[in-house]
Nanobody, 127 residues
């Protein structure tokens, strides 16, 4: 069974950093683009970043560009999201998911193109 497990969330002060991990089990990540999404209470699901499988190209939502970095380690079957300069508005449950499509803003904007969603990890940015 294809499954992701997200980890690394927690409580951090504004300006702080966290690194989220997205570990896959039951399949290899090699052939999938992986996206990170987040959902804050009362808000829509938001695509944060994605990384392609073929060439490792990345895409970032404007809200996180310059602060977040996505990376993948196919040998460890894991994708990471390094989050720096965190803001209170980054508070949300963060999820990862996989798609066969090439990573782009268009693909990231439609979460229905992604599958094998994990259970999410809570990120809270507060002083």
């Amino acid at each position: 069974q294809l499954q992701f497990v997200e980890s690394g969330g927690g409580l951090v002060q504004p300006g702080g950093s966290l690194r989220l991990s997205c570990a896959a089990s039951g399949f290899t990540l090699d052939y999938y683009a992986i996206g990170w999404f987040r959902q804050a209470p009362g808000k829509e699901h938001e695509g944060v970043s994605c990384i392609s499988s073929s060439d490792g190209s990345t895409y970032y939502a404007d809200s996180v560009k310059g602060r977040f970095t996505i990376s993948r380690d196919n040998a460890k079957n894991t994708v990471y999201l390094q989050m720096n300069s965190l803001k209170p508005e980054d508070t949300a449950v963060y999820y990862c998911a996989a798609t066969y499509y090439y990573c782009s803003g268009y693909v990231l904007g439609d979460s229905s193109d992604f599958g094998s969603w994990g259970q999410g990890t809570q990120v809270t940015v507060s002083s």
